[in-house]
């Protein structure tokens, strides 16, 4: 079994939530000073105000920036191709289905239900008749099997891309039905809090131009006086 090595993490990326709780601590701390001032009535002055803007723009910010790119994430799965249907094999020979797959898809199926037939009648449902499995990657070699079972339940992923293969043989004299169920689907992550993160992040802008406005404005005022 090979051992998928952990994927490395950059010093920045790991102390980035650090960092922004380390900001938002301080925005909030300077949200707190600006309500204490203006509880007890302090003149404030443009530059304070820009300060207060470009603060409060930083949390907004950091925030829509940790919903993008650290808020926990959900896993989805995305079928592509899906086969269900119960299908009959003669006696000591095989049937096989093929389908389109994707490197890194993940194949899922089943076989089960068999019902051993003779003739134009069942003769037993829930038969312990055996079947072999095979799954054949686009080079033909098999990519899983199990042999001599009455039932098979699987779920691999793709190493290549191309068209798969499964094979099902019936070692019995009599023929066998069964239900058989094939589907190819991909696995992928989203974050549930990115839009609200872009959205912040949005809004951060004009609260920004407001602070570097504020305080330039005040800058020019001083040189004047």
């Known amino acids: ?8 993490v ?5 102390l980035l939530p650090l960092i922004i709780v380390v900001v938002v601590v301080i925005g909030i701390i300077g949200l707190v000073v600006f309500g204490m001032l203006l509880s007890r009535r302090v003149t404030l002055t443009i530059k304070m105000g820009g300060a207060m803007a470009l603060t ?6 950091l925030s829509g920036l940790w919903c993008m790119f650290l808020s926990p994430t959900m896993t989805y799965s995305d079928t592509r191709e899906s086969f269900y249907r119960q299908v009959s094999i003669g006696g000591s020979t095989s049937w096989s289905y093929s389908f389109s797959v994707q490197e890194g898809e993940t194949i899922d199926g089943s076989v089960d239900g068999i019902i051993t037939s003779n003739a134009s ?6 038969s312990t008749k055996t079947f072999s499995i095979y799954v054949y990657d686009p080079n033909n070699n098999i990519l899983w099997s199990q042999t001599d079972v009455t039932s098979a339940h699987l ?18 004299p009599q023929s066998i039905d069964c239900y058989v169920y094939v589907s190819v689907y991909t696995k992928g992550t989203f974050r549930p809090l990115e ?11 004009p609260i920004f131009g407001f602070g570097i406005w504020a ?9 004047k006086a």
Do not use: D
């Open 155 to 172: 779920s691999i992923k793709a190493l290549y891309s191309g068209v798969h293969r499964i094979e099902i043989r019936n070692p019995n």
């Open 56 to 61: 409060l723009a930083s949390i907004i910010l």
């Open 10 to 14: 950059t010093p920045l990326i790991a």
């Open 121 to 126: 009648f069942y003769i037993s449902e829930n």
């Open 195 to 205: 839009p609200a993160g872009q959205w912040l992040s949005l809004i951060s802008l």
């Open 215 to 223: 305080s330039g404005l005040h800058t020019t005022l001083r040189k």
């Open 1 to 8: 079994m090979s051992i998928v090595q952990p994927a490395q």
